[in-house]
């Protein structure tokens, strides 16, 4: 039991190790210890993201249409969301680097065309790599190479705690 005025004693070192997850999810092995305490994320995961490659100045994932569509059997205008936000948080949090964290603070996007089948493909490119704040921009393509959306995120960074 804890109030507000008894000091927790330190959290237990995490134990659950991601490594599947990541496996899974298609993270370059180097990156693994630092990220199996936590996974590419549920949500991440969920949504069959899979990441193809991963710098601060460039990473490209993909993201089945199958399982992620909307009522109308079209891809979810949130689902081209998700895979933006994860493609640039993955981007700033490896400009970041381990000591600190990015938290996504502005996102928005334009859809320009709908899809119904297949992979889309996102490629977010660095804008600004900044000491406090990155940008990038996130273009969605569809396995023609048409453009589907495109998006642009800014992340904060900061020191973890």
């Known amino acids: 039991m804890t109030d507000n005025f008894t000091r927790e004693e330190a959290a237990p070192a ?3 190790s991601f490594k599947q ?5 298609g993270v370059p092995a180097d990156m693994h210890e630092w990220l199996s305490p936590h996974g590419v994320g549920a949500l991440v995961a969920r949504m069959g993201i899979t990441f193809v ?3 601060a ?14 009522v109308a059997g079209i891809l979810h205008g ?3 969301m998700v895979l933006a936000e994860t493609l640039g948080s993955f981007a700033a949090g490896v400009h970041a680097g381990r000591h600190r964290q990015a938290l996504g603070i502005e996102i928005g996007a334009t859809h320009h065309r709908a899809v119904s089948s297949g992979t ?3 490629t977010a490119t660095a804008i600004h790599l900044g000491r406090t704040l990155t940008t990038h921009e996130i273009v969605m393509t569809d396995d023609d190479g048409r453009r589907l959306s495109t ?4 992340n904060l960074l900061r020191d973890k705690r």
């Open 14 to 16: 995490v134990t659950n």
């Open 21 to 25: 997850e990541l496996i899974d999810a």
């Open 53 to 55: 490659e991963i710098s």
């Open 57 to 70: 100045e460039r990473t490209v994932g993909t993201m089945p249409v199958q399982g992620n569509t909307q």
């Open 78 to 80: 949130g689902a081209h």
């Open 120 to 122: 889309v493909t996102g």
């Open 151 to 154: 998006a642009r995120i800014t």
